[in-house]
């Protein structure tokens, strides 16, 4: 069963989303965070394809597009990723009352990880679990490289392929620590990682998973950022649904 969700964040824009959820009763929801230029699908299919997963085995799932991206409202130029993190509040709070006030399981991608990462330190009394997949803990540097390597317009604007990225983006990292007080974070985490990410070198995911006291780290062999082959993906969903039951 699918339904389309919207909700509003923190500045007004409506949020659009899936919930989909077994045909019965669901064990659980599973919250999926999109990362930097995502989606609530995300890239091939990614977060679908882990939706099916999970649904077939009893779970439900609510993604959303964060504001900016997808089919929410809002202009890419004007997310950060503190707007991302407000959002991402306000997606649990919807997934924690669609669970009837019982605590959620919170997945976040790429830079939606690091979302994840920082709003579960705020929020860890809604949460069950975290799922960290190629956590963008170098967001910071990755941004910054690209306003040193695009024209900035008179706007503070970069073109990024069709649409603006804002400077705001790059000066709200200023002086951010992606790691900080995340040894704090003691309830049981999953990091997967490939080993062949060009986005997030495995060295940014590790120091995630050092950090961590209840952590298991698991690197994909040959899997690039968005673990596009299907050997690479059937280990994704895998490894997923493995640690939603069992742990």
């Known amino acids: 069963m699918l339904v389309e969700f919207k909700a509003l964040n923190s500045n007004g824009y409506i949020l659009r989303g899936l919930f989909s959820r077994p045909e019965h009763d669901f064990k659980n929801i599973v919250v999926m965070l999109h990362g930097f230029t995502g989606h609530k699908n995300e890239n091939g299919y990614l977060f679908k394809q882990l ?16 504001m900016g991206s997808g089919e929410s409202d809002g202009d890419f130029k004007d997310f950060t990723f503190f707007t991302e993190i407000e959002d991402a509040k306000k997606i649990i709070m919807e997934a924690y009352q669609l669970n009837n006030q019982h605590k959620i399981i919170l997945l976040g ?14 929020y860890k009394e809604y949460l069950e679990k975290l799922i960290l997949l190629s956590p963008a803990g170098n967001m910071p540097q990755l941004i910054h490289n690209r306003f040193l390597t ?6 503070g604007n970069i073109d990024m392929g069709g649409y603006y990225m804002n400077i705001a983006m790059e000066k709200a990292f200023e002086g951010y ?4 007080d995340i040894e704090t974070f003691e309830l049981p985490v999953l990091i997967l990682q490939g080993s062949k990410d060009q986005s997030v070198l495995p060295p940014y995911s590790k120091k995630f998973a050092e950090k961590y006291p209840n952590c298991q780290y698991f690197l994909i062999e040959g899997a690039e950022h968005c673990y596009t082959k299907v050997s690479y993906r ?4 895998d490894k997923v649904l493995e640690f939603v039951i069992n742990n």
């Open 51 to 66: 939706t099916n997963t999970l649904v077939n085995h009893g779970y439900a799932t609510l993604r959303y597009d964060f």
């Open 109 to 122: 991608f790429s830079m939606g990880g690091a979302v994840a990462s920082r709003v579960s330190l705020e």
């Open 150 to 155: 695009h024209q900035i317009d008179e706007n």
């Open 177 to 180: 620590d992606m790691y900080k």
């Open 234 to 237: 059937q280990i994704v969903n």
